[in-house]
């Protein structure tokens, strides 16, 4: 840390100068520092979108939420306790994109064609062409995973793998809302010239990446993306051309608030399930629920049932010593279930395990 005095009223303050932007926390100026030089740079397209929530509100959406996915809604106040709620405004530079995609592919006739001289003639020749606008969100951060969620806030209506870290804002800061929205205005509609007053009590995350780095991300993301809604249209892709136009950068900080909680059944479920700690993200501007963990996933499914029909083949293979060697039978369809159930969870664990570092190195790429 050291101290420097604010550009524009001159105040002395304490600044970390590793980071690209610098805030003066008296007038809420922004400005760059050149360390050779030692001269400053007031940087003035730097907005924030307002925060409007609070702890409480955060619970009881989290709770709200909660009681949507679970199929006794009145039991969810016993089963679910919240463990922890934290708010953040980070930086992300918001690239205004214009993308205009060429694609080019084969696919598979419906009514196969039998002629041996052409072997092809099972495949059509298709293209076409698109266009999209986007207001590319980035974030201002190096490290894109130290908060969770930070890497799923893109979830295209298209089915297809996320394998990058950038979102397109508008969609993004829109979903998930499960009361009526405070305003019609769009959160980057509503953005103010940066104040700290409009973090309403979150901490400011300081700005780390500069304007270059954001805009050849928001390129290699909007590409990857075109290119995988390009594959949707062909079973073969041959050709595919994407051209990018920027209109414009904003450095925005956006408002998030985290939460834990733990999931602890009331059911006979309680003695099979060993709690977890699990996260929701959402957005601090209309209480959008962005992201979350389910509390029981499907591989703790298919452990819960590999422990009940394991203790049931214990129990069956007991009964059939000491009563009838039928429940044998049954004990080794019970051994075969358990076997099963477990193949698959740490099959599915180890897939989980595998995706994890290359969506990582391919979002810090």
């Known amino acids: 840390m050291y101290e420097l005095a604010c550009p524009a009223c001159n105040s002395p303050s304490q600044y970390d100068i590793s980071d690209y932007l610098l805030m003066c926390p008296f007038c809420s100026a922004t400005f760059r520092l050149d360390k050779e030089s030692g001269q400053k740079e007031i940087f003035n397209d730097h907005y924030i979108i307002a925060n409007t929530s609070n702890p409480v509100q955060v619970k009881s959406l989290v709770l709200e939420w909660l009681a949507r996915l679970n199929h006794k809604p009145n039991a969810t106040a016993k089963e679910y306790f919240i463990t922890n709620i934290s708010g953040l405004s980070r930086p992300y530079w918001v690239v205004s994109l214009e993308v205009y995609t060429v694609w080019k592919g084969l696919v598979q006739r419906q009514h196969r064609v039998r002629l041996d001289s052409y072997p092809g003639t099972d495949y059509l020749i298709e293209h076409g062409q698109f266009k999209r606008n986007y207001r590319w969100a980035i974030s201002g951060r190096n490290n894109i995973c130290e908060s969770w969620g930070m890497t799923r806030l893109h979830e295209p209506k298209e089915p297809i793998e996320v394998a990058w870290d950038g979102f397109p804002l508008d969609s993004t800061f829109s979903r998930g809302q499960l009361q009526e929205p405070k305003t019609e205005k769009s959160a980057y509609d509503s953005r103010e010239f940066f104040e700290f007053k409009f973090s309403n009590g979150l901490a400011i995350i300081g700005v780390q990446v500069d304007e270059d780095e954001a805009l050849r991300r928001a390129r290699l993301h909007v590409e990857q993306y ?59 501007y209309n209480n959008g629920v962005l992201a979350g963990e389910l509390p029981i996933r499907h591989k703790d499914k298919l452990w819960v049932n590999a422990l009940i029909c394991g203790a049931a083949s214990v129990i069956l293979f007991l009964l059939g010593l000491a009563w009838h060697s039928a429940f044998f039978v049954v004990a080794l369809f019970g051994v075969i279930v358990t076997a099963a159930s477990a193949y698959v969870a740490l099959t599915r664990a180890a897939e989980a395990n595998e995706q994890a570092p290359v969506v990582e190195r391919t979002a810090q790429a």
């Open 226 to 284: 075109h290119l995988e809604l390009s594959k949707l249209n062909v079973d073969y892709l041959t050709d595919f051309r994407t051209e990018v136009e920027v209109a414009g950068v904003q450095l925005v900080h956006l408002p998030f608030w985290y939460a834990t909680y733990v999931y602890r059944p009331r059911t006979i479920l309680r003695h099979f399930y060993r709690p977890k700690e699990k996260n929701v993200i959402l957005e601090g």
